[in-house]
């Protein structure tokens, strides 16, 4: 992981490497067993870049759990629209269940704070959101994080599920936009 490497015009240097990732992930794992263990929860991943995050968490969550999946979205190149578009919607009926939401990463809050709303009314029992990152300096809405795996400067990253134009979401660690 000691390489820049190049995606369409732009250089990206390591930044967290796989390892630290899944240990991370398993720790999460745990917590949400401890919260979670009993009630058979829903995940709800927000596609496309929480889809490796998902899987290593459902992977760390030893209970039953349900995982399903919306395409939600708000990034255009390296930036924030600011406006999100449902792509693929829920599916299933969410009525007393608890929610758990899981983001690869959560920015300016746009794409969850917007979703909320709609979530709320299938009248789940509990909602709450895991985010493998965070960038807290970025954030523009009042949003409650349950569990978060790592909190970021505000700088571009890619891999783990992330993408830059829609590559990079195949590498096992994660980098940052070079300066």
Do not use: W
Not at 84 to 93: A, S
Not at 168 to 175: E, H, K, Q, T
């Amino acid at each position: 992981m000691s390489k820049t490497i190049q995606i369409h015009d732009l250089s990206f240097v390591p930044y967290i490497k796989k390892e630290t990732i899944l240990e991370r992930v398993t720790e999460i794992g745990v917590a949400l067993k401890e919260e979670f263990g009993d009630k058979k929860p829903v995940f709800l991943a927000i596609l496309n870049g929480s889809f490796v995050f998902m899987s290593d968490l459902a992977r760390a969550c030893d209970f039953d759990h349900e995982v399903s999946f919306i395409k939600l979205t708000s990034y255009e190149g390296t930036t924030s629209t600011g406006k999100v578009t449902t792509q693929i919607g829920l599916q299933e009926d969410l009525t007393g269940r608890d929610v758990i939401i899981v983001e690869d990463i959560v920015d300016t809050g746009t794409t969850i704070y917007t979703f909320l709303p709609t979530l709320k009314e299938s009248n789940p029992r509990s909602i709450s959101v895991v985010t493998l990152l965070s960038k807290p300096t970025a954030l523009k809405y009042p949003l409650k994080m349950d569990h978060i795996g790592f909190e970021i400067p505000n700088k571009f990253v890619v891999g783990y599920g992330l993408d830059y134009n829609g590559l990079g979401r195949n590498l096992d660690s994660i980098y940052q936009l070079k300066q």
